[in-house]
């Protein structure tokens, strides 16, 4: 079955600093989810791809699918205390007729401090 | 903005209890899902639904689980005789197509 491993699995970072999240899968990746979440909270959808190549930005966050390495990254330019979260991964599995079950990480646990 | 929302946001019941969560997806949506977060794991999908049948379903969705579409707005996840391990955090989600999926903002059970 499909895994996705997440790293770091945690991170501080002092406010204002940029910072990478990368997310690999250990089969084909056919679309990637990034998702945020506050503690005990729903998943906040960031942005999804597709394509080998694809990046999208929204705001100061920007993620890029890397197809042939089956990985993903997620990157924050200039971080915020309101960039704190959790960040996950999610990816179609191979489809079997179904309809978009996603497979998640464990997450990345992100902390910025003032 | 239009939000999934679901109720309640924390449910407590007695082991062997029936309980049924609710969710309201976003109005135009036509897929929607069941996941649940148990404390300190990943997020897991339990079933997929769409044009009022369940399109794909985990082996954590047993013979204790159901889902309705009751009408056209609600969309409920049925759990007929609770156990102490379905304690976890419970989120529905929609998408207008299979390319999305945005989730509400989850109900707590806990298993007692």
């Known amino acids: 079955s499909q895994e996705l491993e997440q790293s770091p699995q945690s991170l501080i970072v002092q406010e204002g600093k940029n910072l990478t999240i990368n997310c690999t899968s250990s089969k084909t990746l056919y679309g990637l989810y990034w998702y945020k979440q506050k503690y005990g909270e729903g998943l906040i959808f960031l942005m999804m791809?597709?394509?080998?190549?694809e990046e999208k930005s929204h705001e100061k966050i920007t993620a890029k699918l890397d197809e042939k390495k089956q990985q993903s990254s997620l990157h924050i330019t200039a971080s915020q205390p309101s960039h704190a979260g959790i960040y996950l991964c999610?990816?179609?599995?191979?489809?079997?007729?179904?309809?978009?079950?996603?497979?998640f990480g464990a997450g990345t646990r992100l902390a910025v401090h003032p | 903005e239009p939000e999934v929302t679901q109720t309640p946001s924390h449910q407590v019941t007695q082991m062997g209890q029936e309980v049924i969560l609710r969710c309201v997806p976003i109005?135009?949506?036509?897929?929607f899902y069941w996941y649940r977060q148990i404390l300190g794991q990943k997020v897991e999908f339990l079933v997929s639904f769409y044009n009022n049948e369940i399109s794909e379903k985990s082996e954590i969705f047993d013979d204790q689980f159901s889902v309705e579409r009751p009408d056209g707005s609600n969309f409920t996840l049925k759990i007929r005789s609770t156990k102490l391990e379905d304690s976890a955090m419970y989120f529905c989600a929609s998408g207008r197509d299979y390319n999305e999926q945005f989730f509400g903002p989850g109900t707590r059970l806990t298993v007692l």
């Open positions: 109005s135009n949506h036509l897929y």
């Open positions: 791809l597709q394509k080998g190549g």
């Open positions: 999610g990816a179609d599995s191979p489809r079997s007729g179904g309809y978009n079950k996603l497979i």
